[in-house]
């Protein structure tokens, strides 16, 4: 008597589908719990990006891996010029391990609530949208990483305008779709 050793055709094809499956949920798991535009706004704030940021502006923030451990942390001095139609963001980063980088966006309003953006290592153009007291923008951009080299990440930039000049911002970055881990910044206005 033989012993069958292959699987069943209609085993494997099952197999194939259970793995489809499988992708598919981490997918749409991974694209859950993120903000909306048009989640239910929680103030009757109108945030204007070129008002916040011209003048000087002060950050903190830190990067947390996908598993929630922080990884980095830094301290953003940030300066802006707005001409009527663009704004220049001059951002100065100071991280906890005593490196620094520097990194200049030309923010375009192409309409009420839009925006386009760049800066060196952005590829493509970055776009944005303001509604309510809420700005989100997605980018994908060459970052710099310890060592000297660079890794191209994906952010979905959130940010919402509290009280007194605050300015919370929270962006999740990612790599060939997958999530890396969250970046949480918390801006004042000097």
């Given at each position: 008597m033989a012993i069958?050793?292959?699987?069943?055709?209609?085993?494997?094809?099952?197999?194939?589908?259970?793995?489809?499956?499988?992708?598919?949920?981490?997918?749409?798991?991974?694209?859950?719990?993120?903000?909306?535009?048009?989640?239910?706004?929680?103030s009757d704030k109108t945030f204007n990006l070129e008002e916040y940021f011209e003048g000087k502006t002060v950050a903190y923030g830190q990067f947390a891996d996908r598993f929630g451990t922080v990884r980095r942390r830094f301290k953003v001095d940030?300066?802006?010029?707005?001409?009527?139609?663009?704004?220049?963001?001059?951002?100065?980063f100071?991280?906890?391990?005593?490196?620094?980088?520097?990194?200049?966006?030309s923010l375009t309003k192409t309409g009420e609530n839009t925006w386009e953006g760049s800066a060196d290592g952005v590829?493509?153009?970055?776009?944005?949208?303001?509604?309510?007291?809420?700005?989100?923008?997605?980018?994908?951009?060459?970052?710099?990483v310890p060592g000297g080299d660079?890794?191209?990440?994906?952010?979905?930039?959130?940010?919402?305008?509290l009280e007194d000049g605050r300015l919370l911002n929270k962006a999740y970055m990612s790599r060939y779709g997958v999530t890396l881990g969250e970046v949480t910044i918390f801006f004042e206005k000097l």
């Open positions: 069958a050793t292959e699987t069943p055709r209609r085993f494997r094809i099952g197999r194939w589908a259970a793995l489809g499956a499988g992708a598919a949920a981490v997918a749409a798991l991974a694209s859950c719990g993120r903000p909306s535009l048009t989640d239910e706004k929680l940030i300066t802006g010029e707005w001409d009527g139609r663009v704004l220049t963001l001059a951002e100065d100071r991280y906890a391990d005593g490196s620094n980088e520097q990194r200049i966006w590829q493509g153009i970055a776009k944005g949208e303001e509604r309510g007291d809420t700005f989100n923008w997605g980018y994908t951009i060459d970052l710099p660079t890794m191209r990440v994906t952010f979905d930039d959130w940010m919402w305008l």
